[in-house]
């Protein structure tokens, strides 16, 4: 009976870990893991385990901007059984990040985008989340072009965030519930009056799509989308494409 009671508050409960085989990775790719499970003193029954991708979204309110956690995919790993006590369970794991997970590794001056994997236990209907895995995400191929041929027009990159919501035009809009903006500011006086430039891309298996925001000085903000085939990436025709469009 003493041990029961242990057991329901986590004192000798079973513990998981998330053991990544690599955590640099690039938005759509596919990565593998092992989910160990652990036993502890005493029998303990497993509701369910699940594996998150999360990141930190910023949430605009009457109140002000605040950010919180946001789920953009999540796996079930495994459903209801027993553990024994000192038992140890290892659950190999495939899956494929989701196309719209946000960037981490860009070199920008404030960059609060953050990716991990939690891990989940439903253990007597408490959930014991504390395994959180940190993922670095790399930008693909036509992102990089963007964002070098940003530079090449004369804009660096001040800032980096993911907000809450979803992206829609004419042509396309996203499904995971938030999207990253790329604050750019022109490293120079522009002469047309473009304080500002935010990119939001939405990356598919073979083409990436961009929402640009444009602040113009003397006509406000526009909006302008753009379509990249992976395999027609070329940075010299996106420098031509932006700076007619941002001029």
């Known amino acids: 009976m003493f041990k029961k009671i242990l057991a329901s508050v986590g004192i000798g409960a079973t513990k998981v870990d998330t053991v990544l085989h690599t955590e640099h990775l690039q938005p759509g790719q596919k990565f593998s893991a092992e989910i160990i499970i652990n036993g502890g ?7 369910g385990l699940e594996l998150a991708l999360m990141t930190k979204v910023k949430v605009s309110s009457d109140d002000g901007d605040y950010f919180t956690d946001h789920v953009i995919d999540r796996w079930r790993i495994a459903d209801k059984r027993v553990i024994e006590p000192g038992e140890q369970v290892v659950i190999p794991f495939e899956a494929r990040l989701h196309s719209e997970t946000p960037i981490t590794e860009i070199d920008s001056g404030l960059n609060q985008s953050r990716v991990w994997l939690a891990t989940g236990l439903n253990i007597d209907m408490a959930l014991d989340a504390s395994d959180k895995d940190p993922l670095f995400i790399y930008p693909n191929e036509a992102v990089k072009a963007f964002m070098e041929a940003m530079t090449r027009c004369g804009f660096r990159l001040v800032k980096s965030d993911v907000e809450k919501g ?22 120079g006086m522009s002469i047309f009056g473009t304080r500002e430039v935010e990119l939001s891309f939405v990356p598919e298996a073979h083409r990436t799509h961009v929402l640009i925001e444009i602040d113009r000085a003397f006509s406000g903000d526009g909006y302008i989308d753009m379509t990249v085939e992976h395999d027609q990436v070329n940075v010299n025709q996106l420098c031509d494409q932006l700076e007619h469009l941002l001029n």
């Open 41 to 47: 003193d005493v029998e303990q029954e497993l509701s």
């Open 166 to 187: 979803f992206l829609n035009t004419a042509n396309f809009h996203s499904n995971s519930g938030c999207y990253q903006e790329l604050e750019y500011k022109p490293t």
